[in-house]
């Protein structure tokens, strides 16, 4: 069975772009979450989604977007991008978002904002 | 947002070597999980605490959930090279969905020869 993948794995922009990540969930799975990782902060919560809803919200501006689509794939959105933004972007995916329910992490896609 | 609190920070130590690292918080968890991350990967789940003292075994690796449900241990027996990367504990209360999912600071473990 395949993994979670993410794309693209790296990522280069400037200040005041904005960007859009994509996650493809294991098949099956209908719940997808986006952490972002830094140095700093560690892993921190940005949005969970199931059936095509964002379900939860982390601490993160309104620069930060989500979306789910009917095949469970998820893409982020960040707009008006910050030096601060640079960071590894991980999403993992789960069969439902029921609190037992194992989240299988890809491998990120490395932001870095110029 | 929050955060666990992990230590040590990170390890230096030689092949063949015992490893221990913890993680503590100020919330009580009613479960938790060590993960392993390797470079340029995603963090991959090892080991699943559902129950106060519960102990458990994976391999070389052995964790325990703490009786005041407010830490956690992870336990690597005799190292190989391959340990290397960064270790995360997190934490789930009771209720919500899984994202409420709160990871530790990580402990980075590099092993030499």
């Known amino acids: 069975k395949a993994g979670v993948t993410q794309t693209p794995r790296y990522l280069i922009k400037t200040r005041g772009q904005q960007v859009t990540l994509s996650c493809s969930p294991i098949?099956?799975?209908?719940?997808v979450s986006w952490y972002q990782q830094t140095p700093g902060q560690g892993l921190q919560f940005l949005f969970e989604?199931?059936?095509?809803?964002?379900?939860n919200k982390g601490n993160f501006p309104g620069r930060f977007s989500g979306r789910q689509f009917s095949n469970s794939r998820s893409e982020m959105n960040v707009s008006t991008l910050e030096l601060g933004d640079s960071a590894l972007y991980l999403c993992?995916?789960?069969?439902?978002?029921?609190?037992?329910?194992?989240?299988?992490f890809g491998p990120g896609t490395r932001l870095t904002v110029l | 947002g929050q955060q666990l609190n992990q230590s040590p920070q990170s390890m230096f130590i030689q092949e063949g070597e015992d490893v221990s690292m913890n993680c503590t918080s100020s919330?009580?968890?009613?479960?938790w999980l060590w993960y392993k991350q390797d470079p340029g990967e995603g963090p991959v789940l090892l080991i699943a605490?559902?129950?106060?003292?519960e102990l458990t075994s994976n391999g070389r690796l052995t964790a325990q959930f703490g009786i005041t449900r407010k830490d956690s241990f992870l336990n690597i027996s005799a190292s190989i090279p391959s340990d290397v990367g960064i270790y995360f504990c997190?934490?789930?209360?009771?209720?919500?969905?899984?994202?409420?999912?709160?990871f530790g600071t990580g402990t980075r473990l590099q092993v030499t020869l």
């Open positions: 993992a995916s789960s069969l439902g978002i029921a609190i037992y329910n194992e989240q299988f």
């Open positions: 919330s009580i968890f009613n479960t």
């Open positions: 098949s099956g799975h209908r719940s």
């Open positions: 605490l559902y129950k106060a003292g």
């Open positions: 989604y199931f059936s095509e809803t964002q379900r």
């Open positions: 997190a934490g789930l209360p009771n209720t919500g969905t899984a994202s409420k999912l709160t």
